[in-house]
Protein backbone atom coordinates (compact mmCIF):
# COMPACT_ATOMS: atom_id res chain seq x y z
CA UNK A 1 0.00 0.00 0.00
CA UNK A 2 1.74 3.22 -1.29
CA UNK A 3 1.59 6.25 1.05
CA UNK A 4 -0.50 4.58 3.96
CA UNK A 5 -0.54 7.99 5.63
CA UNK A 6 -2.82 9.78 3.12
CA UNK A 7 -6.12 10.81 3.87
CA UNK A 8 -7.42 9.81 0.42
CA UNK A 9 -7.78 6.50 2.04
CA UNK A 10 -10.21 7.58 4.87
CA UNK A 11 -13.63 7.81 4.31
CA UNK A 12 -15.60 10.72 5.40
CA UNK A 13 -19.14 9.21 4.72
CA UNK A 14 -20.97 7.00 6.59
CA UNK A 15 -20.10 3.83 6.67
CA UNK A 16 -16.63 5.79 8.22
CA UNK A 17 -13.98 3.10 7.30
CA UNK A 18 -9.79 3.90 6.11
CA UNK A 19 -8.52 1.43 3.91
CA UNK A 20 -5.42 0.80 5.39
CA UNK A 21 -7.43 -0.60 8.11
CA UNK A 22 -9.60 -2.76 5.65
CA UNK A 23 -6.14 -3.74 4.33
CA UNK A 24 -4.79 -4.70 7.48
CA UNK A 25 -7.69 -7.01 8.39
CA UNK A 26 -8.01 -8.70 4.89
CA UNK A 27 -4.04 -9.36 5.75
CA UNK A 28 -4.57 -11.09 9.04
CA UNK A 29 -7.70 -12.82 7.62
CA UNK A 30 -6.06 -14.41 4.89
CA UNK A 31 -2.44 -14.76 6.42
CA UNK A 32 -0.39 -12.49 3.75
CA UNK A 33 2.24 -10.28 4.38
CA UNK A 34 1.40 -6.17 3.72
CA UNK A 35 4.07 -3.86 3.24
CA UNK A 36 2.67 0.11 3.74
CA UNK A 37 5.04 1.98 2.33
CA UNK A 38 5.27 5.92 3.14
CA UNK A 39 7.82 9.03 3.09
CA UNK A 40 6.19 10.12 6.16
CA UNK A 41 4.20 7.53 7.43
CA UNK A 42 1.13 8.25 10.01
CA UNK A 43 1.00 8.40 13.41
CA UNK A 44 -0.95 4.90 13.51
CA UNK A 45 1.95 3.12 11.72
CA UNK A 46 4.98 4.85 13.57
CA UNK A 47 3.19 3.78 16.87
CA UNK A 48 2.79 0.04 15.25
CA UNK A 49 6.35 -0.05 14.69
CA UNK A 50 7.54 1.53 18.02
CA UNK A 51 4.78 -1.47 19.79
CA UNK A 52 6.44 -4.01 17.55
CA UNK A 53 3.24 -4.74 15.62
CA UNK A 54 4.36 -4.17 12.27
CA UNK A 55 8.30 -4.78 11.16
CA UNK A 56 10.13 -1.37 10.36
CA UNK A 57 11.90 -1.26 6.46
CA UNK A 58 14.13 1.51 5.44
CA UNK A 59 15.02 2.17 1.82
CA UNK A 60 18.49 3.64 2.43
CA UNK A 61 18.89 2.27 6.21
CA UNK A 62 22.62 3.16 7.23
CA UNK A 63 24.01 5.29 10.19
CA UNK A 64 23.92 8.49 8.52
CA UNK A 65 20.17 8.40 7.99
CA UNK A 66 19.81 7.74 11.61
CA UNK A 67 21.79 10.58 12.89
CA UNK A 68 19.53 12.44 10.05
CA UNK A 69 16.74 11.13 11.29
CA UNK A 70 15.97 11.57 15.31
CA UNK A 71 12.05 11.03 15.79
CA UNK A 72 10.41 11.67 19.19
CA UNK A 73 6.93 11.23 20.05
CA UNK A 74 5.62 13.79 22.69
CA UNK A 75 2.55 12.80 25.30
CA UNK A 76 0.74 15.65 25.58
CA UNK A 77 -1.65 14.39 28.07
CA UNK A 78 1.42 14.62 30.48
CA UNK A 79 1.46 18.85 29.28
CA UNK A 80 0.46 21.34 32.34
CA UNK A 81 -2.01 23.01 29.74
CA UNK A 82 -4.32 20.98 27.88
CA UNK A 83 -5.27 23.53 25.66
CA UNK A 84 -2.52 23.78 24.10
CA UNK A 85 -1.89 22.27 20.34
CA UNK A 86 2.11 22.88 21.14
CA UNK A 87 4.26 21.12 23.83
CA UNK A 88 6.48 22.90 25.96
CA UNK A 89 9.11 20.40 24.58
CA UNK A 90 8.22 21.55 20.73
CA UNK A 91 8.32 25.10 21.85
CA UNK A 92 11.72 24.96 23.72
CA UNK A 93 13.47 22.73 20.10
CA UNK A 94 11.96 25.87 17.87
CA UNK A 95 13.34 28.77 20.51
CA UNK A 96 16.57 26.64 20.42
CA UNK A 97 16.90 26.64 16.35
CA UNK A 98 15.63 30.09 15.99
CA UNK A 99 18.71 31.13 18.49
CA UNK A 100 20.83 29.66 15.96
CA UNK A 101 19.66 30.92 13.10
CA UNK A 102 18.19 27.68 11.94
CA UNK A 103 15.16 27.27 10.40
CA UNK A 104 12.33 25.34 10.89
CA UNK A 105 9.75 23.36 9.25
CA UNK A 106 6.67 22.22 10.90
CA UNK A 107 4.44 20.10 8.86
CA UNK A 108 0.41 18.91 9.34
CA UNK A 109 -1.64 17.21 7.17
CA UNK A 110 -4.40 18.78 7.74
CA UNK A 111 -5.44 21.69 5.86
CA UNK A 112 -8.30 24.53 7.07
CA UNK A 113 -8.67 25.75 10.61
CA UNK A 114 -10.14 23.33 12.44
CA UNK A 115 -10.97 19.41 11.17
CA UNK A 116 -15.14 20.05 11.74
CA UNK A 117 -17.35 21.62 13.91
CA UNK A 118 -19.10 20.03 16.01
CA UNK A 119 -22.20 20.41 18.77
CA UNK A 120 -21.48 19.80 22.04
CA UNK A 121 -25.16 19.36 23.22
CA UNK A 122 -25.96 16.68 20.73
CA UNK A 123 -22.59 15.90 18.93
CA UNK A 124 -24.75 16.85 15.71
CA UNK A 125 -21.45 17.54 12.87
CA UNK A 126 -22.61 19.99 9.97
CA UNK A 127 -22.12 17.91 6.69
CA UNK A 128 -22.02 18.97 3.19
CA UNK A 129 -24.98 19.09 1.48
CA UNK A 130 -24.16 17.19 -1.65
CA UNK A 131 -21.77 14.83 -0.30
CA UNK A 132 -22.72 14.50 3.11
CA UNK A 133 -18.83 14.85 4.29
CA UNK A 134 -18.16 16.76 7.35
CA UNK A 135 -17.30 20.45 6.44
CA UNK A 136 -13.98 21.71 7.63
CA UNK A 137 -13.67 25.20 9.13
CA UNK A 138 -11.81 27.50 7.36
CA UNK A 139 -10.90 30.99 7.90
CA UNK A 140 -10.17 33.17 4.29
CA UNK A 141 -7.66 36.30 3.86
CA UNK A 142 -9.72 38.63 6.08
CA UNK A 143 -9.90 36.12 9.14
CA UNK A 144 -13.99 35.36 8.31
CA UNK A 145 -14.85 32.35 9.23
CA UNK A 146 -16.31 29.61 6.71
CA UNK A 147 -17.21 25.90 5.96
CA UNK A 148 -15.71 24.20 3.19
CA UNK A 149 -16.18 20.44 1.94
CA UNK A 150 -13.05 19.14 1.22
CA UNK A 151 -14.62 16.03 -1.12
CA UNK A 152 -16.19 18.59 -3.69
CA UNK A 153 -14.90 21.96 -2.56
CA UNK A 154 -18.97 23.60 -1.22
CA UNK A 155 -18.63 26.27 0.41
CA UNK A 156 -21.11 26.97 3.45
CA UNK A 157 -21.57 29.69 5.83
CA UNK A 158 -20.55 29.19 9.85
CA UNK A 159 -23.36 28.47 11.65
CA UNK A 160 -23.70 29.36 15.29
CA UNK A 161 -26.79 28.03 16.19
CA UNK A 162 -27.01 23.91 15.84
CA UNK A 163 -29.46 23.30 13.29
CA UNK A 164 -30.44 19.63 14.60
CA UNK A 165 -31.20 21.15 18.66
CA UNK A 166 -30.74 25.18 18.84
CA UNK A 167 -28.19 24.95 21.03
CA UNK A 168 -25.19 27.84 21.13
CA UNK A 169 -23.15 25.70 21.59
CA UNK A 170 -21.38 24.29 18.67
CA UNK A 171 -17.79 25.10 18.01
CA UNK A 172 -14.90 24.31 16.10
CA UNK A 173 -12.48 20.73 17.27
CA UNK A 174 -9.53 19.60 15.78
CA UNK A 175 -6.49 21.50 14.57
CA UNK A 176 -5.37 22.42 10.99
CA UNK A 177 -2.55 24.44 9.72
CA UNK A 178 -4.25 27.72 9.46
CA UNK A 179 -4.80 26.96 13.51
CA UNK A 180 -1.44 25.92 13.82
CA UNK A 181 -0.28 29.05 12.02
CA UNK A 182 -2.09 31.43 14.66
CA UNK A 183 -0.72 29.39 17.95
CA UNK A 184 3.03 29.71 16.09
CA UNK A 185 2.50 33.37 15.53
CA UNK A 186 1.38 34.29 19.16
CA UNK A 187 4.37 32.30 20.42
CA UNK A 188 7.24 33.76 18.47
CA UNK A 189 6.14 37.06 17.74
CA UNK A 190 9.57 37.85 16.01
CA UNK A 191 10.05 35.21 13.60
CA UNK A 192 9.86 35.32 10.26
CA UNK A 193 6.80 32.81 9.59
CA UNK A 194 5.09 31.30 6.10
CA UNK A 195 2.07 29.00 5.41
CA UNK A 196 2.13 26.34 2.79
CA UNK A 197 -1.01 24.33 1.72
CA UNK A 198 -3.75 24.99 -0.92
CA UNK A 199 -5.68 27.57 0.93
CA UNK A 200 -2.18 29.79 1.39
CA UNK A 201 -1.77 30.03 -2.77
CA UNK A 202 -3.70 32.34 -3.80
CA UNK A 203 -1.67 33.75 -6.96
CA UNK A 204 -0.16 31.65 -9.45
CA UNK A 205 3.45 32.73 -8.39
CA UNK A 206 2.73 32.57 -4.50
CA UNK A 207 3.89 28.51 -4.37
CA UNK A 208 7.18 29.31 -6.45
CA UNK A 209 7.64 32.39 -4.11
CA UNK A 210 6.80 30.91 -0.56
CA UNK A 211 9.66 28.44 -1.41
CA UNK A 212 12.12 30.86 -2.60
CA UNK A 213 11.85 32.64 0.85
CA UNK A 214 12.13 29.57 2.43
CA UNK A 215 15.06 28.48 0.49
CA UNK A 216 16.75 32.16 0.94
CA UNK A 217 16.21 32.21 4.62
CA UNK A 218 14.33 35.23 4.60
CA UNK A 219 11.97 33.08 6.09
CA UNK A 220 12.21 31.30 10.15
CA UNK A 221 9.15 28.81 10.07
CA UNK A 222 7.44 27.13 7.58
CA UNK A 223 4.37 25.36 8.81
CA UNK A 224 2.29 23.19 5.61
CA UNK A 225 1.04 20.20 4.57
CA UNK A 226 2.29 17.59 2.23
CA UNK A 227 3.64 20.25 0.17
CA UNK A 228 6.14 21.24 2.44
CA UNK A 229 7.58 18.33 1.68
CA UNK A 230 8.62 18.85 -2.33
CA UNK A 231 11.10 21.42 -3.38
CA UNK A 232 12.33 23.02 0.40
CA UNK A 233 16.08 23.31 0.79
CA UNK A 234 16.56 20.74 4.25
CA UNK A 235 19.85 22.13 4.50
CA UNK A 236 19.57 25.09 6.83
CA UNK A 237 16.97 23.02 8.86
CA UNK A 238 17.12 21.28 11.75
CA UNK A 239 13.85 20.73 13.36
ZN1 LIG B 1 -19.22 17.94 -0.59
ZN1 LIG C 1 -27.03 20.31 18.66
Request: charged residues 30%; positive net charge; hydrophobic residues 30%.
Given at each position: MEREHSSFYKEERSPRYNAREVALKRAELENIPLILSSETPSMESYWNVHENNFLEAELNAGEERENLLKKTIID????????????YELQQAISGSLKNKRQVVLFLNKRGFSSFMICSQCGHIPKCPDCNTSLSYHLDIQKRAQLICHNCGKRAKVTN????????EIRPLGMGTQKLESEIRKMFTRAGIRRLDQDS????DDYRQILEEFNQGKTDILIGTQMVLKGVDFDNVDL
Amino acid sequence: MEREHSSFYKEERSPRYNAREVALKRAELENIPLILSSETPSMESYWNVHENNFLEAELNAGEERENLLKKTIIDMTKEKSKKKIISYELQQAISGSLKNKRQVVLFLNKRGFSSFMICSQCGHIPKCPDCNTSLSYHLDIQKRAQLICHNCGKRAKVTNVCVKCGSKEIRPLGMGTQKLESEIRKMFTRAGIRRLDQDSLIKDDDYRQILEEFNQGKTDILIGTQMVLKGVDFDNVDL
